[in-house]
């Protein structure tokens, strides 16, 4: 555990270490790793092959526990998420009515996926109540799944190592500190949270 963080900074990250399964100060890289990869952009995925660091790996069953793992409070501001219509009755049909998961895929259209994703992102980043009768059509079309976990007491952020979150499956980042020198940045291409205790700009 960073000795950089108070009390409370210190449970904050070991309680999102638990929702991961994770032991309170348990990690799954350090500095050091970035530091070994040389100049250039620091690739973070959860395709274990792209990624410059290792992903841990953590299946997930249904929304409601994607929704757990994240952690984000249905009392959340939420004026940042984009909510979908109502699900509509006739979706829900086309669900209770296929014959095996496969069938309910070839029965999903473009405008129904699309409406899905952002059921599934607003349950995740907002309030989950109000998207609730998504649920069943998003734990049929885009579960099991899975989160990529990245564990680190502390990183430094270069300009000769930007940190690149690339896409693939949804990610949690939990770090004590991140510590931006001039000229360094993270780019998002995912969804993504990142969890700090301390976030240092020099």
């Known amino acids: 555990m960073s ?17 991961l399964g994770m032991g309170a100060n348990e990690t799954t890289f350090c500095q050091d790793h ?19 660091i290792p992903p841990k790996i953590i299946p997930v069953a249904s929304i409601a526990d994607m929704n757990k793992l ?14 979908p219509e109502p699900a509509r009755q006739e979706h829900l049909n086309l669900l209770k009515s296929a014959n095996s998961t496969d069938e309910f895929h070839r029965s999903v259209t473009p405008e129904m996926h699309e409406n899905i994703r952002k059921a599934a992102t607003a349950y995740v980043l907002g309030n989950s109540s109000k998207v609730k009768d998504y649920e069943p059509l998003i734990n049929a079309r885009m579960f099991p799944g899975k989160v ?38 993270i780019q998002v291409s995912e969804n993504a949270t990142i969890n700090c205790q301390q976030f240092i700009m020099e």
């Open 70 to 83: 994240v952690g984000i409070p249905d009392t959340n501001d939420d004026s940042h998420v984009e909510y």
């Open 34 to 52: 970035i530091m070994s990869k040389g100049s250039g952009p620091v690739h973070m995925s959860s395709d274990p092959l792209a990624s410059h």
């Open 3 to 19: 000795d950089k963080l108070s009390d409370t900074e210190a449970k904050a990250f070991a309680d999102v270490n638990q929702r």
């Open 148 to 185: 990529a976990a990245f564990v680190a007491d502390d990183i430094v952020i270069t300009a000769d190592n930007p940190l690149i979150i690339k896409p693939g499956d949804p990610q949690v980042h939990n770090y004590g500190t991140i510590t931006v020198k001039p000229g360094g940045y």
